[in-house]
């Protein structure tokens, strides 16, 4: 599985839009990149997934240049509540497996 | 509602005793897991289970045993020969595992231990 670097932590205030930027430059073809959110003392909740290009859903959007070795997870408008460890994964879990191979993550602190 | 039920929220236990983690879903999810967090850390993978009566090592098993006799229930057993078990441990369910991409996996609330 490709091993990913991610800022340790980024600051913010409410109502900015916020990029947090993934670095995996061994992706294989098949590897597809996914973010998970972590509040303290809970479990991750899946936040968005992607191959290439743009994905948006509901909560963010996740932008993927050609090449594939980063990708870069945008929050629009942040609010207090988006405080949360953002992690960046990234693998082929098809076939024998499903696993998550999770890094220590991005510490975004929202303030007001 | 469906989800992830893990219990108890917090756990003590004595060194040297074993003590078992409750983890139920009830989202008809094939595939199962467990992880562990220490503060400050990502997720670690302890086990994981594709189908019922069957579980494969993830990458810290040693002095971890589980079981997976119903598709809801897949309980974690922290032995005595695990050196460091004070730790958060989560257990998280996913649909099936073919095809490529990621199957978005659901994780319970999780469990605190506390071995002293």
């Known amino acids: 599985l490709a091993k990913t670097t991610q800022p340790i932590s980024m600051d913010s205030y409410e109502g900015q839009e916020v990029n947090i930027t993934c670095s995996h430059n061994?992706?294989?073809?098949?590897?597809?990149i996914t973010w998970y959110q972590q509040f303290p003392s809970q479990g991750p909740r899946f936040i968005i997934q992607g191959y290439k290009t743009k994905v948006t859903n509901e909560v963010a959007s996740l932008f993927i240049p050609a090449d594939r070795k980063s990708s870069t997870l945008s929050l629009p408008r942040v609010s207090l509540s988006d405080t949360a460890v953002y992690y960046c994964?990234?693998?082929?879990?098809?076939?024998?497996?499903?696993?998550?191979?999770f890094g220590t993550g991005t510490l975004l602190a929202v303030q007001p | 509602d469906g989800g992830i039920t893990q219990s108890p929220k917090y756990l003590f236990r004595k060194e040297g005793q074993n003590v078992t983690l409750s983890c139920e879903q009830n989202l008809n999810h094939d595939a199962m897991y467990w992880y562990r967090q220490d503060p400050g850390q990502g997720l670690r993978l302890i086990y994981y289970s594709q189908i019922v009566n069957d579980f494969q090592k993830g990458d810290i098993a040693e002095g971890y045993s589980v079981s997976r006799e119903k598709k809801e229930s897949f309980p974690l057993t922290v032995t005595s020969a695990q050196k460091n078990p004070t730790a958060f441990y989560l257990c998280?369910?996913?649909?099936?595992?073919?095809?490529?991409?990621?199957?978005?996996?659901?994780f319970g609330p999780g469990t605190r231990l506390t071995v002293t």
């Open positions: 998280a369910s996913s649909t099936g595992l073919a095809g490529g991409g990621h199957y978005e996996q659901y």
């Open positions: 994964l990234v693998g082929n879990y098809g076939g024998a497996t499903n696993k998550l191979i």
């Open positions: 061994n992706i294989a073809t098949n590897d597809y």
